[in-house]
């Protein structure tokens, strides 16, 4: 499995919760103030934690480093960022029912920019080189998700569609499947989960793979089932804010991904998808008001009170 991708507090937030006691204590001390880890001694580290030295080697094997060391570079080149634009991080994302709707906007807009910059920070662009090249050259691309991932995956579609790639967005599982068992070498399929513990995304994914198409996964988990089963994982992060859980929150997140695969298949196929897109501006033109004086004019006095 290659490609995998996602800010390394960004999935501490994620998959801290879910791991054994001794090691969640650690990635709790670490978001608790990645400043001082990023400076702390494995010792320092297993004492404000309440573990041993042993314990945070293995807890930095677990997220896939090979020591400590590597560890604390990579919160270090984390917090350096996050320096950089402080004023996102000073903002706590709870939301209360009498806040007001311009500190509420400052809440969204923070957790959603820093969700963005965390993806963005452990994104492997040779991935998605990659995975672009073979969407470029595919034979069919199917793509599935449910929920608020289908959202992002039905976006997708449309726009590689737009650009004449054979491509198709599944809501339905049994279509998605069936679709997905005609699939074979040279075709690509793309699951989006959150969780990455979806059922009919794992399936659909395995099923691709079996008949030898490109998988790829775009999840928050990069160690879940739905990432086991794929050869490229995107991993999206995510920073919750009240009403908005994290399933909700991993939207943005999941369309940047996207985005990225996107406009690489674009500059892949230029003359292809520059006429493509030509085409399509001209065909519903018609269905435009032209920007004139009165139009705006007729707009305004139309507009409802």
């Known amino acids: 499995m290659t490609g995998e991708s996602g800010g390394l507090l ?38 404000r934690s309440g573990t041993s030295t042993a314990t945070v080697t293995r807890f930095s094997r677990a997220l896939g480093f090979k020591g400590y060391a590597n560890l604390r570079v990579a919160v270090a080149t984390e917090t350096g960022r996050a320096e950089q634009a402080r004023w996102e991080t000073d903002i706590s ?7 007001q709707t311009e500190k509420v906007l400052d809440i969204i807009t923070a957790a959603d920019t820093r969700a963005i910059q965390a993806t963005a920070s452990g994104l492997d662009t040779d991935a998605i080189e990659r995975v672009a090249a073979a969407i470029a ?7 599935f998700g449910l929920g608020s991932s289908g959202t992002a995956g039905s976006e997708m579609a449309f726009r590689l569609e737009r650009i004449r790639v054979p491509v198709r967005y599944r809501a339905d599982t049994h279509t998605a499947l069936t679709n997905a068992a ?20 794992i399936e659909m994914l395995a099923e691709a793979a079996d008949h030898g198409a490109m998988t790829v996964a775009v999840t928050s988990f990069a160690r879940s089932p739905l990432a086991e089963v794929a050869d490229v994982v995107f991993t999206t992060s995510v920073h919750e804010t009240t009403f908005r859980l994290a399933a909700l929150s991993a939207l943005h997140s999941q369309l940047l991904i996207l985005d990225l695969i996107y406009v690489a298949v674009a500059q892949r196929t230029y003359e292809r998808t520059a006429e493509a897109l030509e085409l399509t501006v001209r065909a519903v033109d018609a269905h435009r008001l032209p920007d004139t004086p009165a139009n705006r004019k007729r707009a305004r006095r139309d507009k409802p009170l």
């Open 10 to 47: 960004g999935r501490l937030r994620i998959e801290g919760p879910t791991m054994p006691e001794a090691l969640a204590k650690i990635a709790e001390t670490i978001l608790a103030d990645p400043e001082t880890a990023a400076h702390a001694s494995i010792v320092d580290l297993a004492e």
């Open 182 to 201: 005609l699939l074979g070498p040279g075709d690509v399929a793309i699951a989006l989960s959150h969780s990455g513990r979806t059922r009919e995304a």
């Open 93 to 99: 994302g709870d939301i209360h029912p009498g806040d």
């Open 137 to 143: 050259g595919a034979g069919r691309v199917e793509i």
